[in-house]
């Protein structure tokens, strides 16, 4: 054996250096934002000391709280209605056949791909034409576009891939149209419905664009909240609710991908 090949240093390919180097570049702004919401200081440039003062005084901010609130509501509604009818459209895309199917699919999950500008502008006009007041409901059906498009997305390829004789199949048996769906279809749809509420309530939760277009006098959300608020510098208490933030929704999209998962794994 060759000795100088033996101690040879292993070679780094240059696909880990670049995998590191976007880590650093995703992550390194959140461990910043962190690391900054445990600091004394008023000020986040200057480092005084670890507290945990700041993440207190968030439980005790009655704007804050109001905004979460809000948010709360907004996310709630929105996905819950959008739960039924991303479903319900998913397993008529899936299901049955009639005419334009294709451009009414097309349609369909078109907010995915439409910037997010465009669709507060398009809602305010539209509710600026019936003269509608802008309230927390306003937003609720603002968000109710592109959290449908999102949940009908995920319940959709989770049909692709189940097998449809089993329907027909309690059909024969007996079944009304209803018990089948109910019985047989909703259970194996369940993981898909659960991850794609998951990630239509994140998304709607993090909205700001579109919530700041829509909402009305004292209806504001938590994003909007934190925007108004960095204007003036940011504050270890912004950092420390940001931080909460992240948190959250990184643990909705891990549980979401985890439903996912065990629903392809039991398939």
């Not at 000391?49 to 709360?72: H, P, Q, V």
């Not at 009639?98 to 997010?116: Q, S």
């Not at 949940?151 to 049909?159: A, T």
């Not at 990184?250 to 392809?264: H, K, P, T």
């Amino acid at each position: 054996m060759n000795i100088s090949s033996s101690l040879k240093k292993p070679r780094v390919a240059w696909q880990a250096v670049f995998s590191l180097l976007m880590f650093v570049f995703m992550y390194l702004p959140i461990l910043v934002l962190a690391f900054y919401s445990f600091n004394q200081s008023p000020y986040s440039a200057n480092w005084q000391g670890f507290t945990l003062e700041w993440y207190g005084k968030l439980f005790s901010d009655d704007r804050i709280l109001s905004a979460l609130k809000n948010s709360l509501i907004v996310a709630g509604c929105a996905v819950g209605i959008s739960v039924v009818l991303g479903t319900s459209m998913a397993v008529g895309l899936a299901r049955y056949q009639f005419p334009f199917k294709k451009l009414y699919r097309g349609t369909a999950y078109l907010p995915l791909i439409i910037p997010d500008i465009a669709i507060a502008v398009a809602t305010l006009v539209v509710l600026a034409a019936f003269a509608i007041p802008l309230s927390i409901w306003t937003v609720v059906a603002a968000h109710v576009v592109f959290c449908l498009a999102y949940v009908g997305l995920v319940v959709s390829s989770r049909l692709t891939n189940l097998d449809p004789h089993l329907e027909e199949a309690a059909l024969d048996l007996g079944a009304t149209p209803t018990q089948a769906f109910i019985k047989v279809l909703l259970p194996q749809l369940m993981p898909g419905i659960v991850a794609g509420c998951l990630l239509a309530f994140v998304l709607s939760l993090d909205d700001f664009l579109i919530a700041s277009f829509t909402a009305g006098s004292g209806s504001s959300t938590l994003p909007m909240e934190i925007f108004s608020r960095i204007r003036t510098g940011v504050k270890p208490d912004i950092n420390a609710l940001s931080v909460m933030l992240i948190l959250v929704s990184a643990i909705a999209a891990f549980v979401a991908e985890l439903i996912r998962a065990s629903g392809e794994s039991q398939r």
